[in-house]
Structures are given as structure tokens and as C-alpha cells.
């Protein structure tokens, strides 16, 4: 069995059967552990609107944490705005179900921070009214929006039809026994019907602290810029997935200056904050370079979703190699350019089992063109 020696935490977007929620999924795993507990949370989510002009609208949709007996979190089951092909819109909304609505980040973060996610739809906007000093105004289809004159600020709504069916797994930082962690999660879920969305993705998030530096950085970025496409391939990467994409060319321009993997970190992340990244694409490294509190990870963002473990842990064996890679010291960039992937491969600190599986796997499939 391979094993995971980094720290890591996980995304893994499924489906409940009609007539389930993700809540459901929480209420089962928080029994699982324990006779555990769970709580809503209000969870950020940003949805991309297609019209003359791409528009963002900010949502605060309802998520539940689960907690063993003990009161730690087991995970959380949030919804993910970008599963969308699996549900029946016009189904009606659930009651007890609804998201928060607005365009400006800022002021749903605000909202989040001064309402209660126990609360109905009817009055988690009052405590708002209060510190913008206004009324709320009520319509005849339920939604509640508070505004400032005629500015709107923010819509409490019902939730479309069947989104409370979405549930991304989202785990804590796990350190040891992934394999047991990630059991104890998915098993439940296959077992209670849960799906694999049409457009489902399954995101790995490795503790970014000991890739901090512009050397480690640049050979980071470098590794999987030049084996991306192949590993795409190589791992199964949905092809109905949303918001996966490459690198800026700006981004390998500065990490191949012989300047920049000679700066310490702090000066190299400057230089990196003047480039317009986006966590939107195959690998992302924004939280990286905004030193984010909450998730300050290198996250990857090509895995399909599936129930077997053992796939997933192999899969997040072989990522961890590549990010060992990064941190040699005696690696070189004319050695990663030049190789192919099953050399690089072969050079990895993996395991004999984990090792002799990906190998098997690259010999026996046709790979794109290896990026230049």
C-alpha cells in the first residue's frame, strides 16, 4: 500500500441522491466518529455568469462541518458552484435551503461575519440591516434584500433547484494514515448513494512551508509546466472539468531568470505578486504567493474523483515525489527539460510498489507531446 509522508488536505466533490443533501453526508459521518456533532457554516462561493460580459456573483451558500466525539472536525460538506449538468433547476426549492447573494466580496464577507447560518432565510439578513442602518425589504417570493437607497447590496434567496444535492468533502490538513482518513469519509458516501458529478474534480492541497523558497519554487513550477499535459493524461483528468487551465507565459519567464531562484523568498513572492495569476488553472500556486493563513498550499487540481482510496493515495504518492523533486538541491533545469516522464519518474522517492505501478502505467498509454 502506498503510503503519504506529507501533509495534505483533500476536495472531493459528489453528488447526493435525490432526496439527500450534503447535510445528510455530515450527519452520517459525524455518527460515524463517535456520536459526533455538526454545525452549519456559511461558505464562500464564487459563481461565473456568462453574459455579453463574464460576471461574478458572490454567494455565501450553507455547508455543515462534522466533529467526533471529541469536537474535532472531521470535514466539511460544502456545496461547489461549478457542478452543474447533474441537476434538475426546475425542481423546486427545498425548504430550509438558501444561499446569500451579492457582487461585492467585501460586503459578503462582512455579512458572514454578522449572521448566523442557523437562522432562516427570513431574518439572517437583520443583524446586516442593523450595522448598514437600513430595513430589509421583503418580497412576495420569499427573497429578502438589503440595500442602501437603491444600491443593492445583498439578496437572501432560495437555493435553485436540487443545489443542496453538491457536497465537496473538504478535510483538515491530514498528516498520517490518509489512506484510514479518506476511508472514513468516501466509504460512507458510496454507501449512502452518493455519485461522481459529471464535471467533478478532486483537489489535493500539500502544506506549502517546505516549497518556500525561489529555488524550490522555480523547479516546482518548472516540474509540472513540463510534465503537465502528461500527467493530465497520465492521472485521468476529467475532461468535463471546469476552471483547470496553464500557467501564464509570464510566470515561466520570471522563474527561468537566473535572478529569481537567487532571491529569498520574501523578494521572490513580490515579484510574484506582480504577475496576474489565478487559482483557476491544472496547479495552483496563488496561495503561495499570498502566504494565505487558511490554506497556505500548493494545490493540485487535475485528479478525477473516484471511491476507491487506494487510487487516490497512489495518485497523491506520485505528486508528493514530484514535490520532493522540486526540493533537491541537485536538481537542475536542463535535467527536467530533457527528460521524459517515465525517466523522471524512475528518479522519484517512491516506493518499489508505487514506483513500479506508475511506470506500468506510463509505458502502457500513449502521452501528448511533452511541453517545451
Known sequence: MSVIHWKVGYEIE???????SRKDLALRLA????GGTIAPVFVPQAELVHTDSIQVFENLTLGYDAFDASG???ARCADDMTLQADLDRSAPPKPGWYRIVGDDARFLRLIKRHSDPNDPLETVLLPSAELFGVDLQ????GMVRLADGHAS???ATHLPGERERPCEIITPPISSVHHERLAALLNPAA???FTIPAEAALHVHFDAAPLCSAAGFASLVLIFHHFGDQLKALL??????????KWPAQLMALIETPAFAES???DARLQLGQLKLTKYVDFNVINMVHATREKHTFEVRILPVEFDVGNIVKSTALLEGLLRAALDPEMKAREIKTSTLGKFVEQLQLEPETKQHWLGRIASQPMPILNP
Open 31 to 34: 455518527e460515524n466518529a463517535g
Open 153 to 155: 447590496i445583498a439578496m
Open 236 to 245: 485521468e483528468t476529467n475532461r468535463r472539468c471546469t476552471r483547470l487551465g
Open 72 to 74: 474535532s472536525r472531521i
Open 138 to 141: 421583503r418580497f412576495d417570493n
Open 191 to 193: 454507501d449512502m448513494g
Open 264 to 266: 529569498n523568498w520574501d
Open 14 to 20: 459528489l453528488l447526493a441522491p435525490r432526496g439527500a
